[in-house]
């Protein structure tokens, strides 16, 4: 309970800070630019004037079950239909909870193998083989204190009606899981946001920072689960909002050309250039916001398995389960 005590309140502490900037700051947000990266890096600049082309968002759902608490990460499934995989941050155990459109829980799995630290996002991935996996991002870093962070890749369960009355005491369990081991190049991050880019299977890690841009960092596809990847920078990503570098999830499309990124108060899609040689050219875009509906600590987003939406979450008890749909 000492470690949930000081997890709560770094959070708690960190989310008022943040939300006194963005409130004395909010009549400059709409003219606010992301800051050139003068070490000649990529960097974003301000969010585009177009609107962008999504609904107002919906109330659809609620995350009812006593298990699901704090829903950092949410994910739709690739091989389970209008299936969506969330999990809980910090101290609530390696499991994994399957939940529908409504928010009606599906099934709960431990993830063989692993540990929740701090887990803070989640991914999905469909190999050439038609195989789904499972990427939890156990990289949330509050204190700085840890040089070695976790992906964790799990094959994607099957879901069925037979699920539906496994819990925390009486759970499904994964395959065992890969631990993707990770650092850093120089300094120490804390991050909540994760994607898997659906072609590539290449990995991004964007950290949160209340003080200066988002660092986008990249691992390849051909990383070693023998030893400690480091990662590599590539850009740096600032959304229009202040502070505008405190991302706290994440997703890429199904099609890999759009990425939808978010903090406690907003969603933000950037769009891959129509030209574009390769992916990372979409942290060289403008973001267009996207209004993710009134959560009350935003960290979960992602697209549904189609593209045609994005769903949101909150992380409190009883979060409602938001959908945006694409016109």
Request: net charge neutral; hydrophobic share 35%.
């Amino acid at each position: 309970m000492e470690v949930m005590s000081r997890k709560t309140i770094t959070k708690n502490c960190v989310f008022v800070i943040s939300l006194l900037v963005f409130c004395l700051g909010f009549s400059a947000c709409s003219a606010v630019s992301s800051t050139v990266d003068k070490g000649g890096g990529n960097s974003s600049s301000a969010a585009k004037n177009s609107p962008v082309g999504y609904d107002k968002p919906k109330i659809v759902g609620k995350i009812t079950s006593g298990e699901i608490t704090e829903s950092s990460g949410i994910v739709a499934s690739g091989c389970n239909e209008k299936v969506f995989w969330t999990h809980n941050d910090s101290g609530n155990g390696a499991f994994l909870f399957a939940i529908n459109a409504s928010g009606e829980k599906l099934g709960t799995w431990k993830v063989s193998g692993a540990q929740n630290k701090d887990w803070e996002d989640i991914a999905t991935f469909k190999n050439s083989n038609g195989e789904c996996f499972l990427y939890v991002g156990d990289i949330g870093n509050n204190e700085r204190l840890k040089s070695e962070m976790t992906i964790y890749r799990v094959k994607e369960p099957m879901v069925s009606d037979a699920n539906k009355s496994s819990s925390k005491k009486n759970p499904q369990t994964t395959e065992a899981a890969q631990a993707i081991k990770f650092n850093y190049p120089g300094a120490r991050h804390d991050a909540e946001t994760l994607l898997v880019q659906p072609q590539t299977g290449d990995i991004y890690v964007l950290s949160k920072s209340l003080s200066q841009s988002s660092a986008v960092y990249k691992l390849a596809a051909n990383y070693d689960t023998k030893r400690i990847n480091t990662l590599k920078k590539i850009a740096d990503y600032t959304v229009p909002a202040l502070p505008g570098g405190f991302l706290t999830g994440g997703d890429i499309s199904p099609d890999g050309k759009r990425v939808v990124i978010c903090d406690y108060f907003n969603g933000y899609e950037i769009t891959l250039p129509k030209d574009a040689k390769n992916f990372d050219q979409i942290w060289t875009q403008k973001p267009d916001i996207v209004d993710l509906g009134a959560r009350e600590q935003g960290e979960g987003v992602c697209y549904t398995a189609d593209g045609n939406s994005i769903f949101a979450t909150s992380e409190k008890k009883n979060s409602p389960l938001f959908e945006v749909k694409r016109r």
